[in-house]
């Protein structure tokens, strides 16, 4: 008897020892209450932009404790600040200061209001909105389009544009249909932009207000338009209001004739590599399914016809075997030859890309690369799309022994859905015929297409039919 009752008194000292040891995990909890909220606009008039918003609050408690003041203020649908302060004990008052931006559909007069919520540490809240604050838009009178510097010559010294109605534009341009500008209020003859005055550009992908300061640093940049669908940008028109660009220019016309020494730019900028641009002519050229034009400038046209895009017809004519589109058109000077590429952005399954090394384009003086890259049209080669998931790639390679992997040769390639790394076909996937090409599966290179050792030499068609993976190859030169 005496046990149990040892033993009752033991477990009612531990429960109380351990109640004792508790935390205090509850807080003091206050009447609801009800924060007093008084604010003052103090500046009933902004330029955006420009001036800064300021207002006095003062918020007041005598039961609870206050908590935080949500402050948010608006120009339209336009939320020029939004945040949070703390505001604690029983009393807080502050003059606060917003800096309000000139940005896109923000009309002149327009009220800049002032949302604010007091809250207490119970949750109770009271709102106020201030309203007598008038915003006024900075007089835009004048639009240039100038270049972004000095040197940027597609755009000479700049152009007025015209204020038509609510907005800016400017016609018969003749700029090209890629091109970079920014949009000044006021820009010198000298083909400078007077930074004292509004200058439109892009910061943070958006067309916006930009200071010489973030253009100068790289935070802001210029605008860029580009359209490959037409033959130049002709119209630009810009909407102050709503800071909308729109441009366009005459719709491209499959080319008739394609003269490589007037039609193709000397070092073209499309080239990423400004060691090999000075070894090509280039430019964007709009070509027609099965349409014939006239080759001209090179010296001997049926051997500069590109194998996969063109096919000889007799004299200077030629016919275009691609798809209707617009294709970056290589001439490589010294080997008289024509490189057709889809325009980088181009994807599977529309296109597919082969890199590698030991193998070049099949011109009258063919060179194989020495590395895999994608900044020179030696470097890596486009297909022509001859069936639904079908390519055809057309190259010149030269494979000698490996020395450093021996029973292998210098012919190592793979093909690509795009140009660039990434989206890989993987030749252990492939039945490969027609030439000693193997499916590698050396550790550093599972799933390249490697020549054995044998050696070979010549032009070869190449035919990637992903349909029933296979992988062939005819010698034609």
């Given at each position: ?201 892009m910061l943070n992908g958006k067309l916006s207000l930009i200071t010489k300061e973030q253009f100068e640093a790289g935070e802001a940049t210029a605008i860029i338009l580009e359209n490959d669908q037409v033959e130049s940008i ?70 500069a016809c590109n194998y996969d895009y063109m096919e000889y017809q007799g004299g200077d004519k030629v016919k275009w075997l691609g798809e209707t589109g617009m294709y970056n058109t290589y001439y490589h000077i010294a080997g ?44 890596n080669f486009a297909a022509r799309t001859i069936a639904p998931k079908t390519y055809q790639f057309t190259v010149y390679m030269k494979n000698t022994s490996d020395a450093d992997h021996p029973g292998w040769g210098s012919v ?66």
């Amino acid at each position: 008897m005496k046990r149990n009752i040892l033993k009752t008194i033991l477990w009612c000292s531990l429960i109380l020892l351990c109640a004792a040891c508790q935390p205090d995990s509850y807080r003091k909890v206050y009447p609801e209450g009800k924060p007093e909220l008084t604010a003052q606009m103090l500046t009933p008039e902004v330029q955006y932009g420009q001036d800064s918003l300021a207002f006095s609050v003062e918020i007041k408690e005598t039961q609870t404790p206050l908590s935080t003041l949500r402050v948010k203020v608006l120009v339209g649908m336009n939320v020029i600040a939004n945040t949070e302060l703390r505001t604690p004990d029983y009393y807080y008052a502050q003059t606060l200061r917003f800096a309000v931006p000139f940005g896109p559909n923000m009309p002149e007069g327009e009220a800049v209001k002032v949302y604010l919520t007091a809250t207490n540490v119970e949750g109770t809240t009271t709102d106020l909105i201030l309203s007598d604050c008038i915003g006024h838009r900075p007089q835009i009178e004048t639009l240039y389009i100038m270049p972004p510097t000095i040197d940027y010559t597609p755009l000479g010294k700049g152009k007025q544009m015209t204020l038509e109605d609510d907005h800016f534009a400017a016609y018969d341009l003749g700029y090209p249909k890629s091109m970079q500008c920014l949009l000044a209020v006021v820009g010198t003859k000298f083909g400078r932009v007077d930074w004292t005055y509004p200058v439109f550009g892009m910061l943070n992908g958006k067309l916006s207000l930009i200071t010489k300061e973030q253009f100068e640093a790289g935070e802001a940049t210029a605008i860029i338009l580009e359209n490959d669908q037409v033959e130049s940008i002709d119209t630009i028109i810009f909407d102050p209001l709503t800071f909308e660009l729109t441009y366009g220019g005459k719709v491209a016309q499959p080319i008739s004739a394609l003269n490589v020494l007037t039609d193709l730019e000397e070092e073209p900028a499309s080239i990423a590599s400004s060691s090999v641009r000075k070894l090509y002519r280039g430019a964007k050229v709009f070509f027609a399914k099965d349409s014939e034009f006239s080759l001209t400038g090179v010296n001997d046209v049926a051997a500069a016809c590109n194998y996969d895009y063109m096919e000889y017809q007799g004299g200077d004519k030629v016919k275009w075997l691609g798809e209707t589109g617009m294709y970056n058109t290589y001439y490589h000077i010294a080997g008289d030859y024509i490189v057709i590429e889809p325009l980088a952005d181009a994807v599977y399954p529309d296109v597919m890309w082969l890199c590698g090394v030991g193998m070049g384009q099949p011109t009258s003086a063919p060179e194989v690369t020495s590395g895999w890259g994608f900044d020179s049209p030696n470097q890596n080669f486009a297909a022509r799309t001859i069936a639904p998931k079908t390519y055809q790639f057309t190259v010149y390679m030269k494979n000698t022994s490996d020395a450093d992997h021996p029973g292998w040769g210098s012919v190592n390639f793979k093909f690509f859905h795009q140009h660039g790394w990434g989206g890989e076909e993987a030749s252990t996937n492939y039945t490969i015929s027609g030439l000693n090409i193997i499916a590698s599966m050396e550790e550093s290179n599972v799933g390249n297409w490697w020549a054995s050792d044998a050696e070979f030499e010549g032009v070869y068609r190449i035919t990637l039919d992903m349909n029933n993976m296979t992988n062939t190859y005819e010698k034609i030169k």
